[in-house]
T-cell receptor, first 114, second 112 residues
Framework: AAGVIQSPRHLIKEKRETATLKCYPIPRHDTVYWYQQGPGQDPQFLISFYEKMQSDKGSIPDRFSAQQFSDYHSELNMSSLELGDSALYFCASSPPGGQQLEQYFGPGTRLTVT | GEDVEQSLFLSVREGDSSVINCTYT??????LYWYKQEPGAGLQLLTY?????DMKQDQRLTVLLNKKDKHLSLRIADTQTGDSAIYFC????????????FGAGTRLFVKA
């Protein structure tokens, strides 16, 4: 069965650079969520999109932005990267009507900022 | 506010039962979840419970919910070495949005 795809799987950037993380939800899923998990920490909710509109916002820094496109894939854009942005970034998707109940997580993108 | 708390470590012997506890603060949460994360891997939804339920059983997993005390527990019967992972308790506050709040995770060690 198809799963959530995230790319790249690993990314190394330097401070003050920009990074773009991509998420491809499971086909026919209309809701996408982004989470940030620092080393040894719990996942922190960043932002979610439902039908290409932002549906909820968590602890996402102003340096980050995200959007969901017409094909439902989503991109998380991170600018002016800081060392503290090094983390595992998870994307999750859920089907119509599923939302909170059924979040399927991708494998994550490991971002390292040096 | 929204907060989920759980103990950080649990060690059990293979074949014993594991009980992982969690407390949450948002009484409006409709769904409460248990996720499993193996090293270097993503989050896997293990089970969930609706806030109007007291208990849910799914094979070796039993979830107990005490809504009055805002206490959630996950019992794993006949724990196996393959159950070694981090277990996250999570809630979805009924804020009209779609976010999930996670606890810090309980690292379960299973000794053979």
């Amino acid at each position: 069965a198809a799963g959530v795809i995230q790319s790249p799987r690993h990314l190394i950037k330097e401070k003050r650079e920009t990074a773009t993380l991509k998420c491809y939800p499971i086909p026919r899923h209309d809701t996408v969520y982004w989470y940030q998990q620092g080393p040894g920490q719990d996942p922190q909710f960043l932002i979610s999109f439902y039908e290409k509109m932002q549906s909820d916002k968590g602890s996402i820094p102003d340096r980050f932005s995200a959007q969901q496109f017409s094909d439902y894939h989503s991109e998380l854009n991170m600018s002016s990267l800081e060392l503290g942005d090094s983390a595992l970034y998870f994307c999750a998707s859920s089907p119509p009507g599923g939302q909170q109940l059924e979040q399927y997580f991708g494998p994550g993108t490991r971002l390292t900022v040096t | 506010g929204e907060d989920v708390e759980q103990s950080l470590f649990l060690s059990v012997r293979e074949g014993d039962s594991s009980v992982i506890n969690c407390t949450y603060t948002d009484s409006s949460s409709t769904y409460l979840y248990w996720y499993k994360q193996e090293p270097g891997a993503g989050l896997q939804l293990l089970t969930y419970i609706f806030s109007n339920m007291d208990m849910k059983q799914d094979q070796r997993l039993t979830v107990l919910l005490n809504k009055k005390d805002k206490h959630l527990s996950l019992r794993i019967a006949d724990t196996q070495t393959g159950d070694s992972a981090i277990y996250f308790c999570a809630e979805s506050p009924n804020t009209g949005g779609f976010k999930t709040i996670f606890g810090a995770g309980t690292r379960l060690f299973v000794k053979a």
